[in-house]
């Protein structure tokens, strides 16, 4: 039970001190004229002027959703400019963290929806078995799973869910078949998790994504355009996207960052410095 009220503890710490973090970055682009002109420089806005910005907050109000609910926005930060642009940003306070957390078979809804592309069947099969989505999973684990190594088979077994040794050791084709799609489809991953998640309306997702953090915690201060970071990995995919190597493989390696299992759900992670070397 401790366990579990640190991590609770330090989830509210880390959506708090984001809050807190987002509020300084709008206080400075309202006092600050300097800091709103290098802000315009730095995304390319430099005949433009800012008239208001905005940030969610802490009750930060669902947006529409592709699937007819309402949804999380992954904008943090809006900017409206005398020109009408509007330009959208997301505020990361720290160097890597979820930028997208969703059970797989909703992953599946999003993800055909917002591109409108079929994921196949025989890669939703391995996805479903490697997050816990499969019925059979734990039969399939007692009967490939390297019982040697007990700590990951018993890490199996609690999650109901295969890792990328015992995956390709049931199914060969399964494994191979779901690293070429996330190889295949890193420019849409990409901007599924910094741009659009499951909101419906482009006004609702990012354009930018900003990694500052004010409050002293790390030094970093750096905006990149997401647009230019989805067209890198999908360049970089290849060699990129892997099996992790870490109990038996519970993660994929993404150009941006990874996905792996956490709560029986995708949980996908952004690092900056994957971000800063693919832009770079």
Not at 144 to 171: E, G
Not at 197 to 214: C, F, H, K, L, R
Not at 255 to 265: D, E, L, R, S, T
């Amino acid at each position: 039970m401790k366990e579990c009220r640190n991590r609770a503890t330090g989830w509210k710490y880390a959506k708090l001190t984001g809050h807190i973090n987002e509020n300084q970055v709008k206080f400075l682009i309202d006092t600050d004229e300097e800091y709103r002109l290098e802000f315009l420089e730095r995304v390319g806005c430099t005949n433009d002027t800012i008239i208001r910005c905005t940030v969610g907050g802490l009750h930060e109000k669902n947006v529409a959703g592709i699937l007819g609910r309402k949804t999380k926005s992954k904008t943090d930060l809006k900017i409206y400019c005398s020109s009408g642009k509007q330009i959208n940003v997301s505020i990361k306070k720290s160097l890597g963290g979820q930028v997208y957390f969703v059970r797989v078979d909703l992953f599946f809804q999003v993800f055909e929806k917002q591109f409108g592309k079929m994921i196949p069947e025989n890669v939703k099969r391995a996805m479903r078995l490697f997050w816990a989505a499969a019925d059979d999973a734990v039969s399939i684990i007692e009967q490939y799973a390297d019982k040697s190594d007990v700590k990951n088979y018993n890490l199996q077994i609690r999650h109901k869910s295969l890792n990328a040794t015992t995956l390709l050791h049931y199914n060969s084709s399964l494994y191979k078949a779901m690293l070429i799609w996330f190889v295949e489809n890193a420019y849409e991953l990409t901007k599924l998790s910094f741009t659009m998640g499951a909101a419906q309306n482009p006004q609702d997702w990012s354009e930018y994504v900003w990694y500052i953090n004010t409050l002293g915690e790390v030094q970093v201060d750096e905006i990149f355009h997401i647009e230019e970071l989805c067209s890198a990995a999908k360049d970089n995919a290849v060699k990129k996207t892997v099996y992790g190597d870490c109990n038996g493989g519970t993660t994929i390696q993404l150009p941006f960052g990874f996905v792996q299992w956490h709560q029986a759900q995708m949980q996908f992670h952004h690092l900056y410095w994957k971000v800063k070397e693919l832009y770079d």
